[in-house]
């Protein structure tokens, strides 16, 4: 078992030496390294008594407590290529008494691969992710391993929702104009796994679509689903997703191909949603979170995402037009994921330094 460093005030100052101070427009920002020696983190989870689950897209689920991480047995088969592998995990609040666990990650088939989510419950000794069972798949499918989402949220009343990529399927990524493909969607699902949202015409379980790719998803103060999805070459956008309505991928676009190329007919059609906000250039936004404000008063009710290309967190200000706030520091190399702690601290992962931070107003 690879053993990852966590940082403890007592017992390891040399990781406690690695802290630093980024300033904010709230203030010094302290952060600190909780674990590092991570082979690409993807997604984490907080249990009730302080642990803590992270993915590693190779395929491995971390539980790190009580200073030490340990594997968990019992995770499903990944197909690790590309952009594929295990991505997200998701903590139920009634974890206390369900013990499950949420994953989402990339499905193999005899023709391809897809994004997919399951459950399991996670043993007493939290070794275990027993009688793990995938819940929804898309049909797998020959193409690039690209662009599978994919988050995977706990809505107010219980239910989940999944966020899906486009994969790159389809003529010029139409799959993700067409209701009965899982690709470049939100999925709602019940507790048990069966569809939630069901319409005429629609594949079951899909919520919305003219998605791309939706690496960030959150619940907004009022309960609705936020997600944040990449565009190409500009137009990285920023959603608040209700139930069938389409966000225009890839008939409509604030960005260009790559190529220079423009995408579809423009920047609106009829019957397609507008982003909230968008980014150009793009800055491949990752993981979403409201912050509460517990900890920084002055960032109550803001939102953050990590920007996978710049290296930086933005914070999002929503009384203030989505204004952008650039938090950037050595540890923010390639953040793939922010949330809020039960503490009302902020955690962060950073791809480029294969590590989970804390984030906090300095001493």
């Given at each position: 078992?690879?053993?990852?460093?966590?940082?403890?005030?007592l017992?390891?100052?040399?990781?406690?030496?690695?802290?630093?101070v980024?300033?904010?427009?709230?203030g010094?920002?302290?952060?600190t390294?909780?674990?590092?020696?991570?082979?690409?983190?993807?997604?984490i989870?907080?249990?009730?008594?302080?642990?803590?689950?992270v993915?590693?897209?190779?395929?491995?689920?971390?539980?790190?407590?009580?200073?030490?991480?340990?594997?968990?047995?019992?995770?499903?088969?990944?197909?690790?290529?590309?952009?594929?592998?295990?991505?997200?995990?998701?903590?139920?609040?009634?974890?206390?008494?369900?013990?499950?666990?949420?994953?989402?990650?990339?499905?193999a088939?005899?023709?391809?691969?897809?994004?997919?989510?399951?459950?399991?419950r996670?043993?007493?000794?939290?070794?275990?992710l027993e009688?793990?069972?995938?819940?929804?798949?898309?049909?797998?499918?020959?193409?690039?391993?690209?662009?599978?989402?994919?988050?995977?949220?706990?809505?107010?009343?219980?239910?989940?929702?999944?966020?899906?990529?486009?994969?790159?399927t389809?003529?010029?990524?139409?799959?993700?104009?067409?209701p009965?493909?899982?690709?470049?969607?939100?999925?709602?699902?019940?507790?048990?796994?069966?569809?939630?949202?069901?319409?005429?015409?629609?594949?079951?379980g899909?919520?919305s679509?003219?998605?791309?790719?939706?690496?960030?998803?959150?619940?907004?103060?009022?309960?609705?689903?936020?997600?944040?999805?990449?565009?190409?070459?500009?137009?990285?956008?920023?959603?608040?997703?209700?139930?069938?309505?389409?966000?225009?991928?890839?008939?409509?676009?604030?960005?260009v191909?790559?190529?220079?190329?423009?995408?579809?007919?423009?920047?609106?059609?009829?019957?397609?949603?507008?982003?909230?906000?968008?980014?150009?250039?793009s800055?491949?936004?990752?993981?979403?979170?409201?912050?509460?404000?517990?900890q920084?008063?002055?960032?109550?009710?803001?939102?953050?995402?990590?920007?996978?290309?710049?290296?930086y967190?933005?914070?999002?200000?929503?009384?203030a037009?989505?204004?952008?706030?650039?938090?950037?520091?050595?540890?923010?190399?390639?953040?793939?994921?922010?949330?809020e702690a039960?503490?009302?601290?902020i955690?962060?992962?950073?791809?480029?330094?294969?590590?989970?931070?804390?984030m906090?107003?300095?001493?």
């Amino acid at each position: 078992m690879r053993a990852l460093m966590l940082a403890t005030c007592l017992a390891l100052p040399q990781i406690v030496a690695a802290q630093s101070v980024v300033q904010t427009a709230a203030g010094p920002m302290q952060i600190t390294p909780m674990a590092v020696g991570l082979d690409e983190p993807w997604g984490i989870g907080f249990l009730p008594d302080g642990s803590y689950l992270v993915t590693e897209r190779a395929g491995r689920l971390n539980l790190i407590t009580d200073g030490v991480a340990a594997p968990v047995d019992g995770a499903p088969e990944v197909h690790a290529r590309g952009q594929g592998g295990l991505l997200d995990v998701m903590i139920p609040r009634d974890f206390a008494t369900s013990r499950e666990v949420w994953l989402t990650y990339s499905e193999a088939g005899v023709r391809g691969s897809a994004t997919a989510v399951g459950k399991g419950r996670l043993s007493e000794d939290g070794r275990t992710l027993e009688g793990f069972t995938t819940v929804y798949s898309g049909d797998p499918r020959a193409g690039a391993a690209k662009h599978y989402g994919s988050r995977v949220v706990e809505a107010a009343d219980g239910t989940i929702f999944v966020t899906t990529g486009e994969r790159g399927t389809g003529p010029a990524g139409m799959d993700a104009q067409d209701p009965a493909r899982i690709e470049g969607k939100v999925i709602h699902l019940n507790r048990d796994g069966t569809p939630a949202a069901r319409r005429d015409g629609w594949r079951e379980g899909v919520f919305s679509i003219g998605h791309r790719n939706l690496q960030g998803a959150a619940l907004g103060p009022d309960g609705a689903l936020w997600v944040v999805d990449h565009g190409a070459k500009g137009g990285d956008e920023l959603n608040r997703v209700e139930a069938g309505r389409n966000y225009g991928w890839p008939v409509i676009s604030h960005g260009v191909d790559y190529n220079g190329d423009p995408i579809g007919v423009g920047t609106e059609a009829p019957g397609m949603e507008q982003p909230v906000h968008f980014w150009d250039p793009s800055i491949a936004p990752s993981g979403l979170m409201f912050y509460s404000g517990s900890q920084v008063d002055e960032w109550a009710g803001d939102m953050f995402t990590g920007s996978l290309k710049f290296d930086y967190i933005a914070r999002l200000d929503p009384e203030a037009g989505y204004a952008e706030e650039r938090i950037e520091a050595a540890e923010t190399a390639r953040v793939r994921d922010v949330t809020e702690a039960p503490d009302g601290s902020i955690w962060f992962l950073s791809v480029g330094n294969g590590a989970v931070y804390r984030m906090a107003p300095a001493p």
